[in-house]
């Protein structure tokens, strides 16, 4: 914990103003706890992807160069280079409107949907 953090969490930070509102405390703690749990997910998400790209480079002939031109590829595949990949919404087979790949069925007319892995 960063000591901005912790003065905030121990009270110090507010030692000389009013209280905070416990239900204000409350709801940044959960806050709080929450993107502390995502980052764990996320850090071991990371480690995951490394370890099986270690093996896919040791059991292949891929490189690294290899896995960074994919990586720009598909991140350029949107029309934008920006380091993340955008997903344009799918049209529905029933309904005709925009709808996410992320749900199994259509948001307006809940038609099934084929659902994109990585969403
Ligand atoms: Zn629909």
Redesign the pocket.
């Known amino acids: 914990m960063d000591p901005f953090t912790a003065m905030f969490a121990t009270g110090a930070f507010h030692a000389t103003g009013p209280r905070p509102d416990p239900a204000a405390r409350k709801a940044a703690d959960k806050a709080l706890t929450r993107t502390e749990e995502l980052e764990l997910r996320l850090q071991r998400a990371l480690l995951v992807m490394e370890a099986m790209w270690s093996l896919v480079r040791e059991k292949t002939d891929l490189s690294d160069e290899d896995l960074t031109d994919r990586m720009l590829e598909l991140d350029a595949a949107d029309g934008h280079v920006d380091g993340r990949v955008r997903r344009k919404p799918t049209i529905?087979e029933?309904?005709?409107?925009p709808?996410s790949r992320r749900l199994p069925r259509?948001?307006?007319?809940?038609?099934p949907i084929a659902m994109d892995p990585f969403g």
């Open positions: 529905c029933r309904c005709e409107r709808t259509c948001f307006y007319c809940s038609h």
